[in-house]
């Protein structure tokens, strides 16, 4: 019943119950607060999870687009053009250079890589059988191939490959050579008397070595040194002499 207990009991207070609403000493006018949820200033409230999937999603397009942009959507722009190489026209003072130029992986001094060393300088078109490393060598040379019939389009039916040490061993046995020729001529096409010196078609303009062409035992022959890789080459054949020096210029 009212008035059964002190007033601080009936309200669960200490003191006295507060001025109701608008009444002289009483506060502002209370109002019960804004349900869970909502937005007391108005409008809904976006969740934070859904602005963050958003922001996450712009920046994985502006991250797609960065890429595009920067490698390119054509496929065909990211080719580089290729050239074509010129190819020069040959003169009677320059031939192809067609022999390998890969180090002899054996010692210097082993008589076999000099043989091994040769082989791998003398022009293609030669099957195996028909070279042979010459033992003992030529005197004066490090390493002597004697081959016979040559498979290519006027290639020589005999050939002599030989290794020197030095350039000055290498023209003392092509000067040697040209003597025992019947004959010293011009080489067909050309304008200067040999021996003269030959060029590699690849526009350097360096010296590859001396070239000559004559008569040996009634056969066209033609003799040449290469001057990087101080082998003499001496080839025979029993055809004419223009066919052996086209053969000299394109496959040799």
């Known amino acids: ?5 002190p007033a601080s009991q009936q309200y669960g207070l200490t003191g006295p119950p507060p001025p109701p609403p608008g009444a002289a000493g009483g506060g502002a006018a209370w109002t019960p607060p804004p349900p869970p949820g909502s937005n007391p200033k108005g409008g809904n ?6 602005i963050g999937a958003i922001v996450g999603v712009v920046v994985l397009v502006a991250a797609g687009i960065g890429i ?3 490698f390119g959507g054509d496929d065909t722009k990211a080719q580089r053009p290729t050239s074509t ?5 040959k003169t009677s003072t320059s031939r192809s250079r067609t022999s390998p130029t890969s180090e ?6 082993n008589p076999d890589s000099f043989g091994a060393k040769l082989m791998a300088l003398i022009p293609s078109g030669y099957p195996t059988s028909v070279c042979e ?15 016979r019939k040559s498979v290519q389009p006027n290639g020589p039916e005999e050939a002599h490959y030989l290794l020197f040490a030095t350039q000055a061993l290498l023209q003392q046995h092509f000067d040697e050579a040209l003597k025992s020729n019947d004959e010293v001529l011009r080489c067909p096409g050309g304008d200067q008397d040999s021996p003269h010196e030959w060029h590699y078609d690849d526009e350097s303009n360096t010296v590859g070595g ?10 066209p022959d033609i003799q040449w040194s290469q001057v990087d890789d101080l082998m003499l080459a001496d ?8 066919s052996l020096y086209d053969w000299w210029l394109n496959y040799s």
């Open 68 to 70: 595009v942009m920067a």
């Open 104 to 109: 002899d992986p054996t010692p210097a001094n």
């Open 85 to 89: 190489s010129k190819t020069p026209t």
């Open 235 to 242: 080839v025979q054949s029993s055809g004419d002499l223009g």
């Open 210 to 219: 001396q070239v000559a062409c004559g008569t040996y035992k009634g056969r």
């Open 45 to 50: 409230k976006v969740p934070l999870l859904v």
């Open 133 to 147: 490393v010459a033992s003992p060598p030529v005197t004066g040379s490090l390493a002597t191939i004697d081959c």
């Open 1 to 5: 019943m009212p008035g059964s207990f």
